[in-house]
């Protein structure tokens, strides 16, 4: 029946398609043998809509490439020098090749030669130098942002000659390699960075040398990409190189989630985004395929603000790391596809360890911690010390749809051992503007972020050299510290990976960090029809290399 | 207000100078109240940008970033650079997308045209219709239900009035998808949504007008001469009942751009209401005062036209009368803020 209407709708819908018919940017001559590669491929062809819930605010490269939506442009719009998969796993792209010094202060890039940008600019070392100065700098009196997680040690690239660039660090930086594959170093014509930010944020203007192009858009509403014919550079690691087989992709903007799977549903859409968890068991039984790939970076969780009464108790920071159950939470808010976090990092991370026995749901050894700690149950269930309740103040994270459920259930899991728990739920805006890290009144800063490099994440939790202080310690913990200029001056992931581990024992151990699950925060639901689809280690869906059943 | 020489001799003048003084008055005070509003409101755009998790930027960052777009600055010098910018039409960049709001507004102005124009055309059929109806059909054949239908559309919210036309329309008789929101007929039924609530007013000036003239003495003379009820209507009564319309359309404007924020947010149509929407959310103080301040600017002039036309249109119109007691734009410029506070 359903299979019926959709073909129906379908025919309807090929009727009313506009044959997209732009060709403006001049073809070269890598295209007459792109084209001979495919042309008479039965899997060309077809045109996909994704239906997704924001389109962001700008589209100023800089500002808007790590956004969770307009993110899914960028991958079709422009490359990366290294490709990341799912499991963290770097290879080349448009750096075919890359040496680094013995202490990792200073890179050798090797790129491909032939790739241009879609304004016929060639992408070459010049154009990898303009692109890695505005990533570390940005142009602030001018509203372009430095891309966040880019490294600080950052110091100069040059261009050795046209296809070899050198980049130097002022201390060893291991994770350069793979944060070129991170969301946010996306290749952009030397053109479009020397533009002021108003042309910058005109997505149409801007020019990257992705596998697609930007026919179309309109703010707001939707943008429409277009194959580019003559693409031949694709990321060996997914077994394509030359052009995509669909021939647009329309990502538009419908804010309703059940919409959007309605849509999907009744096969006037391919894919529909961040459906609810709760839907997807009876998509996927009514034979929908859905994705809930994990991005490389932080499990979703708590870091705990040591200066705040009571949590510089460490007793008290650990009866709330085993008063948690994990596991009621994957089955009451989620469904099988989330997994246990197993560290406070997600387990697809290159140096990511099993810390399972340190996150095991123990309510007695919790309430033993509490007592130890002074903590008294009253008649009314709550514990008390020197007439203090013992309060807990959750602020649900406004990017993570699912928190304030999860927060409610852990609510109920602490109440059992006498916690009393607030929940704050703030729109964006204000959560920005109230709840920080180690904020005032902010006993625990929900972390829902992506990395790419494990080396990144000892620097961030204290903080030295502009860290984000995560656990309000400033600089008083020694064994952090250690840790953390241990792995900051590692030059090899054989010296790096321990280190690693003995961080990860530890931050869990203290309670610094309670882990609630591992995080999805992309969620697909796509038609049957559209097969193909890769998903790389931000957990963006790349359609360079699907096919659509007609 | 001081009065110049050559507006002292023509009272219609100095009427005409007094409406332009208070007009730019009213566009003036609605651009400080919408930037100390929103200003007061905790949060900026480009800050919420910034504290996006995924950006993973330090608090000094920030802070930097901050300074460097002259955002810490005070409100007053904020307000002053802001305001002298406008003064001389510059309406600046939208501080969520960095885009001129010029080219922002210029986007999303031809689709709430359409929808405020298709909105107009069946207010007024409506209207109409219900109006004139009520001149032809017989009391017991259900004239009084005619003359109750406008209190009954204008007590109904037209986004109810939305919801249950995409639900009988869109998804039970398939005449429109949801996701194409501009075709035709999906547009079409957004009009009647927008339409129904505005065609109350028009169609109880016009019955209430239309009575009034058939009790006329001109009226009673003509139906002595043996008129019929037709011609006496198409001849004598139609104009000058009609008439006042003209200066509720100039009211209606305002229902119709408030109105269009809410059916496009119903329809799913990406106009000036969906601007303005997005535009709240971010707090994008640019965008907001711009569209503040043309609302205005767009409600002075159109009631200002309403005002010179209306004598030209009716002789026995007395020129000051008129002016006393129609509302003036300032009601529109307090409407709008509330709209886009809400």
């Known amino acids: ?550 | 207000m001081a009065r110049t020489p050559a507006a002292r001799g023509n009272p219609y003048l100095s009427y005409a100078a007094k409406r332009l003084i208070q007009a730019v008055v009213v566009i003036l005070l609605a651009y400080v109240f919408t930037f100390v509003v929103v200003s007061i409101l905790p949060g900026d755009p480009i800050t919420s940008v910034l504290r996006d998790p995924q950006n993973g930027f330090s608090e000094s960052e920030i802070q930097e970033i901050i300074a460097a777009q002259g955002l810490d600055k005070p409100i007053i010098i904020q307000l002053w650079t802001s305001l002298s910018h406008f003064v001389v039409g510059d309406l600046g960049l939208s501080m969520r997308s960095s885009r001129p709001v010029t080219t922002l507004i210029a986007e999303v102005l031809p689709s709430t045209l359409v929808l405020a124009g298709t909105g107009l055309v069946v207010a007024l059929l409506l209207a109409m219709v219900i109006a004139y109806g009520t001149q032809f059909v017989p009391k017991r054949f259900g004239q009084g239900l005619l003359r109750g239908l406008p209190s009954l559309s204008l007590s109904v919210p037209n986004f109810v009035i939305g919801l249950v036309l995409i639900h009988a329309f869109g998804f039970q008789l398939g005449l429109f998808r949801v996701l194409e929101p501009n075709s035709l007929w999906a547009t079409v039924f957004a009009g009647i949504a927008l339409g129904i609530p505005v065609s109350a007013q028009i169609a109880e000036v016009l019955i209430a007008n239309l009575d009034n003239e058939s009790r006329q003495e001109y009226a009673a003379v003509a139906r002595g001469r043996g008129l019929g009820q037709m011609r006496l209507f198409t001849k004598h009564l139609l104009k000058p009942s009609s008439l006042p319309v003209v200066t509720v359309l100039a009211l209606t404007v305002g229902e119709l751009l408030g109105g269009s924020l809410i059916t496009e947010t119903v329809f799913g149509r990406t106009g000036v209401g969906s601007l303005v929407q997005r535009s709240v959310s971010t707090q994008d103080l640019p965008v907001l005062q711009a569209i503040v301040s043309l609302t205005a600017v767009v409600f002075v002039l159109i009631n200002l036209a309403a005002d010179l036309v209306y004598p030209l249109l009716d002789p026995r119109v007395k020129l000051l009368g008129a002016s006393k007691f129609r509302p003036t734009s300032a009601d529109e410029g307090s409407g709008v803020s509330q709209a886009v506070a809400s």
């Open chain 1, 1 to 550: 029946m359903t299979e019926r209407l959709s073909l129906l709708a379908l025919s309807r819908r090929r009727l009313l398609m506009a044959v997209p018919a732009v060709a403006t940017a001049a073809l070269l001559t890598t295209a007459v043998t792109a084209l001979a590669q495919t042309a008479g491929d039965p899997r060309n062809g077809g045109d996909i809509s994704f239906l997704i819930d924001s389109l962001g605010n700008t589209w100023i490269p800089n500002n808007s490439a790590i956004s969770s939506f307009q993110g899914h442009i960028w991958g079709h719009v422009t490359d990366k020098l290294v490709y990341v998969d799912a499991d963290g796993k770097v290879s080349p792209w448009l750096a075919e090749s890359w040496e680094q010094n013995e202490q990792a202060t200073e890179f050798i890039l090797r790129l491909k030669s032939g790739v241009t940008f879609s304004d016929g600019t060639p992408l070459d070392a010049s154009a990898v130098v303009a692109n890695l100065d505005i990533w570390y700098a940005g142009r602030r009196q001018d509203g372009i942002n430095p891309i966040g997680l880019f490294p600080k040690t950052y110091e100069r690239s040059a261009a050795v000659d046209a296809t070899t660039v050198k980049v130097s660090f002022k201390a060893p930086t291991l994770g350069f390699i793979p944060t070129l594959g991170y969301h946010g170093s996306i290749l952009v014509s030397p053109k479009t960075i020397a533009r002021p930010a108003a042309e910058q944020a005109d997505l149409g203007k801007t020019s990257g040398s992705g596998p697609y192009l930007v026919q179309s858009w309109k703010e707001g509403d939707f943008v429409k990409l277009v194959k580019r014919k003559d693409y031949n550079w694709g990321p060996p690691a997914v077994g394509h190189t030359g052009p995509a087989f669909l021939d647009t992709i329309t990502y538009k903007l419908v804010s309703e989630p059940s919409l959007r799977v309605a849509a999907v549903q009744s096969g006037q859409a391919d894919v529909a985004y961040n459906a609810s968890p709760q839907e997807l068991q009876s998509l996927k039984n009514a034979g929908f395929p859905v994705a809930t790939p994990r991005y490389l970076g932080f499990v979703n969780g708590l870091a705990i603000n040591t200066k705040l009464e009571p949590y510089n108790d460490v007793k008290v920071r650990q009866a709330l790391q085993a008063g948690i159950n994990r596991q009621e939470i994957i089955d009451t808010v989620y469904t099988p596809d989330w997994k246990l976090a197993t560290s406070f990092v997600q387990s697809n991370v290159p140096g990511a360890t099993d810390h399972s026995k340190l996150l095991a749901y123990d309510p007695r050894k919790a309430e033993k911690l509490l007592d130890e700690a002074g903590w008294v149950r009253g008649s009314d269930g709550v514990r008390r010390k020197d007439g203090k309740q013992l309060s807990l103040t959750l602020h649900s994270n406004p990017y993570l749809a699912t928190s304030k459920s999860v927060d409610e259930l852990i609510a109920q899991q602490l109440a059992k051992i006498g916690w009393k728990v607030f929940i704050r739920a703030y729109d964006v805006v204000t959560y920005g503007e109230k709840v920080r890290f180690g904020g005032p009144g902010v006993p625990g800063y929900e972390v829902t972020r992506s990395f790419i490099d494990a080396g990144t994440v000892a620097s961030i939790l204290t903080d030295a050299n502009n860290g984000e202080n995560w656990f309000a310690l400033g600089e008083s913990d020694k064994t952090l510290n250690e840790l953390r200029d241990k792995i900051a001056s590692a030059g090899s992931t054989e010296i790096r990976d321990p280190l690693l581990n003995e961080l990860q024992r530890y931050v869990l151990e203290q309670g610094y960090f309670i882990p609630k699950t591992q995080i999805v925060q992309r969620i697909y639901v796509q038609s049957p029809k559209l097969k193909g689809e890769i998903y790389n280690g931000i957990a963006y869906a790349s359609y360079y290399t699907a096919t659509k059943r007609k």
